[in-house]
């Protein structure tokens, strides 16, 4: 796989750290929650560092002198100027919420609903929660997993139908298989991915080898 300026592998030894104990079968589903939790902030910090900053109020803060133990002065707070929006896809998405939302706690989280068909592996929408016109400047579009593409690929039609840009999407996902994130870049070449991890192998039933396992089930102890 050619790797392109899209695509952004994380480099961070924890992020690697983190990624192998989910691989782990055995881990309970408390774990796998707390470590895709965990993998979801750290992958949202990298994901997050070109977003662009807006002057804010004026503010006080507190600082210490010698000759007094508390004083205020004022200062000039920032902001970030995007109005960013969350979309998890169901249901695996919604494991990687709460990191996101420790980094923007005041995002909207727009549910969208895709499963794969089991036979055909083609993406089915049973759920959506996009307003009815876009309310935010930058999406960060959460699936743990980016197996056969299909589901990421109709996630960002949905977005761009709804009247996104793809500059202002970003797909942050945990593993994802080499064919997956080709056929993503194939139908949307102007979208950023950020993700833990690629590996090389999908299977005949379209599960990644050796992957992280049903996100979905393993996240809500449905296996």
């Known amino acids: 796989m050619t790797m392109v300026d899209t695509i952004h592998i994380s480099k961070h030894p924890i992020v ?6 989910l691989r782990e079968k ?9 470590l895709t939790s965990d993998l979801s902030f750290l992958l949202g910090y990298e994901a997050s560092t ?24 004022d200062y000039q707070s920032t902001e970030i100027k ?33 499963y794969r068909e089991k036979v055909s592996h083609q993406p089915v929408e049973y759920y959506n929660k996009l307003p009815d016109v876009p309310n935010v400047d930058l999406c ?7 197996a056969t593409g ?26 994802g298989s080499e064919q997956g994130l080709e056929q993503l870049q194939t ?4 979208i950023n991915i950020y993700i833990a991890g690629i ?6 039933k379209g599960y990644i080898n050796p992957g992280i396992g049903d996100s979905g089930d393993r996240l809500w102890n449905t296996i």
């Open 16 to 21: 690697a750290q983190k990624l192998s104990q």
């Open 26 to 34: 055995n881990q309970s589903p408390k774990v796998v929650r707390e």
């Open 50 to 73: 070109d977003v662009t900053l807006k002057k804010g109020q004026m503010a006080s803060s507190l600082y210490t002198d010698k000759k007094a133990s508390s004083q205020y002065g």
């Open 82 to 114: 995007e109005r960013v929006g969350l979309v998890p896809v169901l249901r695996s998405g919604l494991g990687l919420v709460n990191g996101f939302l420790n980094l923007f706690p005041d995002a909207p989280v727009l549910h969208l609903g895709i």
């Open 140 to 146: 960060y579009v959460l699936d743990p997993v980016i």
């Open 150 to 175: 299909n589901t990421a690929v109709a996630t960002i039609n949905m977005l761009k139908e709804w009247g996104v840009q793809g500059s202002q999407i970003k797909f942050v996902a945990i593993i």
């Open 187 to 190: 139908a949307h070449p102007d």
């Open 199 to 204: 590996d090389e192998t999908l299977d005949n």
